[in-house]
């Protein structure tokens, strides 16, 4: 902010107050460093160019009447536009910060949507499980709880729904579905019959939100939120008892069918309230719910799993709670609508986290909210989104629609389903990504956040999408770094609409924009659209409104603050434009900071200022000319130091203003050589992740360094001894193999498992017997570590025990002995082989041989491919399922498979011919 006095005379203490009264209001957002704290400077010259001050910034919403439903953060919007930025940016961090604790974000989401979720509600005694129900006592008690639980949601539901006559309700019920739900009928309407419709549409509308106005959302978020740390308690226990039934057990209770699976790979078919799954790939089939309140529990551990669903499925919350949680694998999410964390009159929450996934819905899909909570958070993998509607971190009325995306390459993608009738006749409607949407003029919106943390994504919409909003709603991207590329029609990409707040934030990479209008930063019709754009070398191509051009007494605010950019456009209403309406214009804002930066010459260029129509303005200004660079970069970093201990400092520092600094101390220590290695070995203690990360990455580089460690060792200094056996094996070196070899009798079965992994790691055949040992451990990770080391050296000798090890009673020993089977192939070959053809083996046992000629892929012998062939007439349908998965990488136009493909009845066998055709 300025010091001083505005151009207005109004006195920074002046405004600071207010901006403190705004942000006391949202005690619930952690403010990190406002975005647009480093340009405000600029926003007072273009304000004062264009005879305006910052207390001008701001917009009128009296010309509508307020209804019910206006969420107080909008309304406070009004007097503080900028603020957009920072409350979206704000509620992204929260969305990563609370992604373990997702108790406390539902209780900040319903803040936001002003509904209190204070109380907390008290269970009966009751109990619903049959009395004949064998389960260990701790999963039985903490079931029973969760059951108790879902009486309460019900029983809340019921009561609230009680005010209304059974017509009231099910016509609640279709209209709600009729809201989010378009027509994809090719069926001609003239301009008659369509009025008609608005008149018939805007009556049931009217109705149908004096109605749902007597709905009290407290009380139903309550005993949502109430039976969601329930059941991430129930998770926890059934983690804890290792519940692993040898068969899929199904328990029938009031509420619908309970189901625990195997470690295998099960098939769910039907109608279900909850399933609890320890592993394997299974497929999910989940038909239409028969109860309208039946929302379905789902927790899977392990395995690439496929999840399909009609309408109300996979993390639906409609009036109550769902929830989907996936650990591990690469899954597959298919469902119709009001699914993928979906919450309507209540919260949905998906929750995948690993694995390179796809999800795929149709409408109100992949954290969606309508008078409620819909919720998608996926921690890690290059992932696939598509949909086709009210999708993507959509927050409709009384809703907010949250997808937070930790890691990975991703793409978010539109249908293409549903046709832009008003405008085009080849466009089509997407209303996601990260959009707030409102019923106009009936009911004010919601708020959509959709926020990416890192990788290179790609983002599609056609017409509505990417940080846009409408009618008296927030929408939102933020995404905090990668190469982006972002391709829309209209209304995209940080546009407000109607007195909306839109905007998307970018926060470096290079990036690629390309909209047709109405999109990168602009409002329309007292709304506020923003695009700032904080690092990289970037391209924007646009046809007109847009770049900070807007009209209809809107804001429209455009700022890319660093790197060589490129302007092109068609028409010059752009490029900071604003035209006049109602009597009086409004505020269209281009700022272009840092960069030598190339415009297509229609307005604007390198380092020059522009006013622009009514209230417009452009500039294109080098306030970081090279020369300033590197004095802030001289004053910003800490001189390099040449005591050690100082260096250490400068090269394990977490700060983000500092990182700059890392690698040149990283560097320094390395040059220094092995006359920095007692130092280095003394701090092998450290409490500090960030140091013995630093360790991990300078050491492995010093010439030498292990005749240190291997002192460590002998020592046997107990708080040392592990970074160092890491470090030998980073260091890969076979003179180091006798030292670990001793290491691997430790009594503490860390040390024994990271002793597994190093001499993994050298791949020294001298270590062959030490890890055949360690295959024997009573601790299953050790075992694990041990057998992939066998595979990694190469072993020659350990073919029998890697077989033996097929049959462990951890699934991890026995994928990495399947792993490590492929890896020594030229030496297990045969005996995988016999083993395979044999009759008296467990077939889980034959699963795992199938894997590691799977493994081999196209590199498989003839006699191996035909033992495949053999199997597809195997009376199980797992073995000629897996059989055929492996035939496909192997040899996939196999006649066989043709052949399997012709008569094959079971579902799971189509399955995996179908998915792996995909």
């Known amino acids: 902010m300025n010091v001083g006095k505005s151009s207005n005379g109004l006195t920074t203490q002046t405004k600071m107050k207010k901006t403190l009264i705004f942000i006391l209001f949202l005690t619930n957002l952690v403010f990190a460093k406002d975005p647009l704290e480093e340009i405000y400077t600029h926003i007072d010259t273009a304000l004062t160019t264009i005879k305006m001050a910052r207390e001008d910034f701001k917009m009128l919403h009296t010309y509508v009447k307020e209804d019910s439903f206006r969420l107080n953060l909008v309304k406070k919007l009004f007097d503080e536009p900028l603020y957009t930025f920072s409350i979206t940016d704000s509620i992204a961090r929260k969305g990563f910060e609370l992604a373990e604790n997702q108790t406390e974000f539902l209780t900040f989401a319903s803040s936001l949507l002003d509904v209190k979720t204070d109380r907390i509600p008290k269970l009966s005694e009751k109990q619903f499980l049959p009395n004949n129900t064998k389960l260990p006592p701790l999963l039985k008690s903490s079931l029973e709880k969760f059951l108790q639980a879902e009486n309460l949601v ?52 009217k109705k149908y939100f004096e109605l749902v106005q007597k709905i009290n959302l407290s009380r139903i978020f309550e005993v949502c939120k109430f039976q969601q740390t329930v059941f991430e308690k129930l998770v926890k226990d059934f983690k804890k008892t290792r519940f692993f039934p040898k068969e899929v057990l199904k328990i029938e209770t009031k509420f619908g069918k309970i189901a625990f699976g195997t470690r295998e790979n099960d098939f ?160 089509f409607e997407f209303l996601g990504q990260g959009f707030g949407f409102g019923i106009r003029p009936l009911a004010s919106g919601g708020i959509g956040i959709l926020a990416d943390s890192s990788g290179n994504d790609t983002y599609r919409s056609d017409i509505f999408g990417q940080g846009s ?15 982006d590329t972002y391709s829309s029609h209209q209304y995209a990409q940080g546009s407000g609409v109607h007195f909306a707040f839109g905007n998307l934030l970018d926060y470096s990479g290079t990036d690629n924009y390309v909209s047709y209008g109405v999109s990168q930063g602009c409002g329309h019709d007292f709304a506020f659209g923003g695009l700032l754009d904080l690092k990289g070398e970037d391209s924007y191509v646009c046809h007109d409104l847009s770049q900070g051009g807007g009209n209809a007494n809107a804001i429209s605010f455009f700022c890319d603050t660093e790197g060589k950019d490129g302007y092109l456009q068609k028409k010059r209403n752009t490029l900071g434009y604003s035209d006049r309406r109602r009597d009086f214009g409004m505020l269209g804002l281009f700022f272009d900071l840092g960069g030598k930066d190339t415009y297509t010459q229609l307005i604007g260029g390198e380092n020059s200022t522009w006013i622009h129509s009514t209230y417009g303005y452009g500039v294109d200004k080098e ?59 003394s701090k092998f203690d450290t409490f500090s ?137 030229e030496f297990s070959e045969n005996s995988v082989l016999e083993k395979l053809k044999a009759e008296n083996i467990l077939e889980q046992e034959r699963l795992h041989l199938i894997g590691v000629l799977e493994l081999v892929g196209k590199d498989c012998s003839k006699e191996g491919r035909k033992i495949l062939e053999n199997l597809l007439k195997s009376q ?20 066989k498979l043709r052949k399997l493909k012709e008569k094959e009845e079971s579902a799971f066998v189509i399955g995996i011919l179908e998915s792996e055709k995909k």
């Open 469 to 483: 909003a409408y009618w008296f709603a927030l929408g939102g991207i933020v995404d905090f770094s990668g190469n």
């Open 876 to 895: 199980s349908e797992l073995v000629r399922g897996y059989s055929a998965k492996a035939l496909l990488k192997i040899k996939p136009d196999s006649k």
């Open 623 to 681: 306030i970081l000319k090279e020369s300033s660079k590197t004095e802030k970069a001289e004053k910003d970093s800490v001189k390099l130091e040449t005591e050690l201990e100082k260096l250490f400092v400068q090269a394990s520092t977490p700060l983000h203003k500092f990182q700059k600094d890392v690698q040149p101390a990283r560097d320094k220590i390395i040059e220094i050589g092995l006359k920095a290695m007692p130092f280095l070995v």
């Open 689 to 825: 992740p960030r140091e013995a990360w630093a360790l991990r990455l300078v050491i492995p580089k010093i010439e030498g360094a292990e005749e240190f460690l291997h002192k460590v060792l002998k020592e046997n200094e107990k708080t040392k001894i592990g970074l160092a056996i890491y470090i030998l094996g980073e260091i890969g070196k076979e003179e180091s193999v006798p030292f670990l070899e001793k290491m691997a009798l430790n009594e503490n079965w860390k040390i024994r498992d990271v002793t597994a992994t190093s001499l993994g790691k050298i791949k020294s055949l001298k270590a062959e017997k030490t890890l055949q040992e360690l295959c024997k451990d009573e601790n299953f990770l050790v075992r694990k570590s041990a057998s992939l080391g066998l595979g990694r050296i190469k072993a020659q000798n350990s073919t029998e025990l890697l077989l033996e090890l097929l049959k462990d009673e951890s699934q991890a020993v026995r994928h990495q002995a399947e792993r490590s089977l492929a890896m020594t192939f």
């Open 154 to 205: 019900q029983k809340t539901v019921e009561s609230e729904l009680s005010v209304f006559s059974e017509e009231e309700k099910e016509f609640i019920f279709e209209q709600t579905s009729d809201f989010l739900t378009q027509s994809d009928s090719e069926e001609e309407v003239n301009p008659f019959t369509s009025r008609k419709n608005e008149y018939e549409s805007y009556e049931s509308s």
């Open 268 to 427: 769910f078919e039907g109608n279900y309230f909850l399933i609890l799954d320890c592993g394997g790939s299974d497929t999910y089939r989940l038909s239409e719910k028969t109860d309208k309140f039946q929302n379905t529990k789902i927790f899977d551990a392990n395995g690439n799993d496929f999840y399909e669903s009609q309408s109300y499925g996979l993390g639906s919350g409609f009036f109550g709670l769902g929830i989907l949680i996936d650990e591990k694998g690469d899954d597959t999410y298919k469902s119709l609508s009001f699914s993928q964390g979906s919450g309507i009159f209540g919260i949905g929450i998906l929750t995948d986290k690993s694995g390179n996934d796809v999800f795929t819905g149709d409408t109100c899909v992949q954290g969606a909210g309508f008078f409620g909570i819909g919720l998608l958070w996926d921690f890690d993998g290059t992932d696939t989104y598509k949909s086709e509607i009210f999708s993507q971190a959509f927050g409709g009325v009384k809703g907010f629609g949250g997808l937070f995306d930790k890691k990975g390459n991703d793409f978010y993608l539109p249908g293409g389903k549903y046709v832009d009738v008003l405008r085009y006749e080849a466009r």
